[in-house]
């Protein structure tokens, strides 16, 4: 993939989220318009690091975690297709709205949808949503601004 081309599979998004292992929370986009909209999905399994301690004999993916990757799936729809991604950054400045509806547990697929709501120069307000079988997991309204990396 050249600069600015689709994001799809992991090594696209490993060219645009400057995140890593253990802290990638995405492993494949599912689809994209390139610039409102993204559905990525985060296959979450028993091996992951915080279920060590959260919680031992009950297993539950952390809120946090799962705001993260909204704003991960957030950061690749607004750099997919960025001509020059490598010299961006995006500082997320607020999260609004926030809702826990279901528990994530291993074994779940989490389908992460990302709307563009507001543009006004290098500011973006989204919201995202992230659904496992039984429905609605989480949801935010994700405020962030576009800034070059130092």
């Known amino acids: 993939m050249d600069s600015g081309g689709p994001v799809r599979d992991i090594r696209d998004i490993l060219k645009v989220l400057p995140q890593r292992y253990p802290f990638l929370l995405v492993d494949r986009i599912l689809e994209t318009d390139g610039s409102t909209y993204m559905v990525g999905l985060k296959n979450v399994t028993i091996n992951e690091p915080f279920f060590q301690g959260h919680f031992p004999d009950h297993?539950?993916?952390?809120?946090?975690?799962?705001?993260?990757?909204?704003?991960?799936?957030?950061?690749?729809?607004?750099?997919?297709?960025?001509?020059d991604r490598e010299s961006r950054l995006v500082y997320f400045s607020g999260?609004?709205?926030?809702?826990?509806?279901?528990?994530v547990v291993p074994g779940d697929q989490l389908r992460i949808e990302v709307n563009v709501l507001k543009q006004r120069d290098r500011y973006y307000r989204m919201k995202g949503q992230a659904f496992v079988e039984s429905g609605l997991a989480v949801e935010a309204e994700l405020s962030c601004s576009l800034v070059d990396r130092p």
């Not at 946090?64 to 001509?83: C, D, K, M, T, Y």
């Not at 999260?95 to 528990?103: E, G, V, Y």
């Open 95 to 103: 999260i609004d709205k926030c809702r826990f509806r279901h528990p």
């Open 59 to 83: 297993p539950v993916m952390p809120g946090v975690l799962l705001v993260e990757a909204l704003a991960q799936v957030g950061v690749a729809l607004l750099l997919g297709n960025h001509p």
